[in-house]
């Protein structure tokens, strides 16, 4: 299995580098406006990665800095999603959407003993379910606030006909809100024939049969829909209650 692990050289970085321009030459040239951000994410990236490789030996070897590691995902999973929600101080709430998305389904996944309650497989399964919970947060919210605001008419409207504050928001905006589902859904319903998503690639580079990591990916793909639902509906119920607001500062 060692011929199919990437080495670490000079050609990787070299067609790591010519991707990056790829993309970034695209969106240049297309006038997408993403084209700072892609050299600035792949930058990011590789700094990240590389501090996270460096300390994940240790991190791995403690139970206190695995969940110290946890804490720290959550953290920066619900930073992203605050500022890609709203520059207002209320968007801190993203951070509990995603804790309540990861809470129950990481419980069920170690609670049952079908993952080891190691660091190595805890991280892995966490950062996976952290970071959909966290891109399903933020197209939630995002959608929601920019729903609200340019069809504020038909809230007006509903509180005219006797809505209340939260129902009239929610008729307003959770059809678009509740789209942020629709990547994770399409992945599930596609697996196998479209994508071999990355837990199955990696479970059968590891060494285990291709029934193992199929069994592994489709305990990966529906715990991230389980997450995302709960995400997703909290994101619109704390837009929908006021919790969640437009802003231009913190």
Do not use: C
Not at 103 to 121: D, F, H, R, T
Not at 137 to 157: I, M, P
Request: net charge positive; aromatic share 4%.
């Amino acid at each position: 299995m060692r011929d199919a692990v990437i080495p670490i050289n000079a050609v990787l970085a070299l067609v790591l580098v010519s991707l990056v321009a790829i993309a970034a030459i695209v969106s240049a040239a297309g006038q997408l406006g993403t084209t700072r951000t892609t050299v600035l994410a792949a930058v990011r990236a590789v700094v990240q990665l590389s501090a996270v490789s460096a300390v994940i030996v240790f991190v791995l070897r403690s139970g206190w800095l695995t969940a110290l590691f946890l804490v720290v995902m959550l953290s920066a999973a619900g930073v992203t999603s605050w500022r890609r929600i709203t520059p207002h101080r209320s968007g801190a709430w993203a951070a509990v959407a995603i804790t309540v998305g990861l809470a129950p389904v990481l419980g069920l996944i170690l609670g049952s003993g079908l993952v080891p309650m190691s660091g190595v497989s805890i991280i892995p399964i966490a950062g996976i379910l952290i970071g959909n919970a966290m891109v399903a947060t933020s197209l939630a919210g995002k959608r929601a606030l920019d729903e609200l605001r340019n069809r504020y008419g038909e809230y007006e409207a509903a509180l005219a006909l006797g809505f209340l504050p939260r129902l009239a928001a929610l008729e307003v905006f959770r059809p678009a809100a509740s789209q942020a589902l629709v990547p994770a859904l399409d992945q599930t319903r596609t697996v196998g024939l479209v994508t071999l998503p990355g837990a199955y690639v990696g479970v059968l580079l590891g060494g285990a049969s291709p029934l193992e990591a199929g069994a592994a990916q489709l305990l990966v793909l529906v715990g991230v829909l389980a997450a995302q639902a709960i995400a997703v509906l909290l994101t619109i119920e704390l837009v929908a209650t006021g919790r969640v607001v437009q802003g231009a500062a913190r």
